[in-house]
Each structure stands twice: as C-alpha cells, then as structure tokens.
C-alpha cells in the first residue's frame, strides 16, 4: 500500500480564496483523522471521520473550514475564504481502530495564505 | 489540560549517546503512544504501551509508563544522526480524540 496520500503538497494562495485538500486513506482503514500543525498550537485534530461520517468536528476553527469524505477512500478539507492566520501544515490520518492503535499520516499538505 | 506534555522541550546529544524523553499528563489513559516527526514530513508511530503495561522495547527504543505518577519516558540508546526529529506522545484518553503533547526536538551530532 502506499501510504496515506495528500495533495497537494504546497499551496500557496491569496487571501480570501478557496482551498481544497485532498486525502486518500489507506485501504480498508475505517478512521480518517485532519490535523492542523502550527509552531504556536501544535497539532490540533480538526475533525474525523468513522466509516465516512464525521463524528467529531469541534476542532474545525469556524464556518470557513468544512470537510467530507463521500466514500472510503477520499476526503476533502475545504476552507473558503482562506485568512492568513491559516497558514500551518495540515495532515490527514487514518487508522484501522480510531484511537486504540496508530494512526498512518500522510506527508501533508504546507498550505501559505498571503 | 488533558494534553501530555513533553520534557524537555528539546535535547542536543552527541551520536552514540543515549537520549531520553518524558511525558506527563493529567488524565486516566487507555494507552500511550509515541510517534516521531522528521522535519517536513509526516508523523510516524514508534509504540504503544498500554495502562496496564510497565514496559516495551522495540529495536533501540524502550518506554516505560507509570501510571501512578501519570508520566512515560522513551528512550533511544545509541542514538544516531538519523534519529534526529520532533518526538511526540499521544494519550488515549478513553474518547474518540487521541490528544498529541507539544514535542520534544531531538538533534543528535555526528
């Protein structure tokens, strides 16, 4: 398998415009986590997902972020309009048991909002 | 806080040293993990010690967890350039969350 899959890798945008993520889960895992990594806050888990639902998404900062996953193997972490204060590196993981076991990360995705 | 926090926050060692890391946290735990992050890349898990295990190797590493005095240490021995990178505990609090503590930056000196 190849691993957790994100892309892009870099994104750099203006403020105000729409940014979308992309991730693909490793095969056959039910739990598909987004984290947000900054040097001030460290990694803070944004939402995740069980079997496609969301069942968790008090970590999304505000309106501006909205994630789905329309099946196994793809995700999306959508933020419209983008704020410079968004800038971090942002992760997705997914894992066979939730939290029980480790989480595979992918290699994430730089995102600069200028 | 349920967060685990890292000790020390960063730790410089000369190659062939041993280095040692320390978690502590305030929360009952289910487990404990420990992941590492090379710079620009994503986290990679290392072990998983259990609340009711003491103890676990695995290849250089070795963790401890007390739960008693809620706190974990991870040791790497003869450390090597390559293990430099950020290390993380991460707690299984009995949620649907596991909580990842702030890091410690470890950077081993050939």
């Known amino acids: 398998d190849a691993g957790v899959i994100q892309s892009p890798r870099h994104e750099v945008t203006e403020m105000g415009q729409e940014v979308t993520l992309r991730c693909k889960p490793i095969?056959?895992?039910?739990?598909l986590f987004w984290y947000r990594q900054t040097m001030m806050r460290g990694l803070e888990l944004l939402i995740y997902?069980?079997?496609?639902?969301?069942?968790?998404d008090s970590g999304m900062p505000e309106d501006r972020f909205s994630a789905k996953m329309p099946n196994a193997s793809f995700s999306t972490l959508k933020i419209q309009p983008s704020e410079p204060r968004d800038s971090a590196v942002y992760f997705c993981?997914?894992?066979?048991?939730?939290?029980?076991?480790?989480?595979?990360f992918g290699p994430g995705t730089r995102l600069t909002v200028l | 806080s349920q967060q685990g926090e890292e000790d020390p926050q960063a730790l410089s060692i000369q190659e062939g040293e041993n280095a040692t890391m320390n978690c502590s946290y305030k929360?009952?735990?289910?487990?404990l993990q420990w992941y590492r992050q090379n710079s620009g890349r994503g986290l990679v898990h290392l072990i998983l010690i259990r609340s009711n295990e003491r103890e676990k190797h695995s290849g250089r590493l070795r963790v401890t967890l007390d739960t008693s005095k809620k706190s974990s240490s991870l040791l790497i021995t003869a450390s090597r350039a390559a293990d430099t990178a950020s290390y993380f505990c991460?707690?299984?609090?009995?949620?649907?969350?596991?909580?990842f503590g702030a890091g410690t930056r470890l950077f081993v000196k050939a």
């Open positions: 993981a997914s894992s066979l048991d939730g939290v029980r076991n480790e989480q595979f």
């Open positions: 997902f069980n079997n496609n639902v969301p069942i968790d």
């Open positions: 095969s056959g895992h039910d739990y």
């Open positions: 991460a707690l299984d609090t009995g949620g649907f969350k596991t909580i």
């Open positions: 929360t009952s735990i289910n487990n």
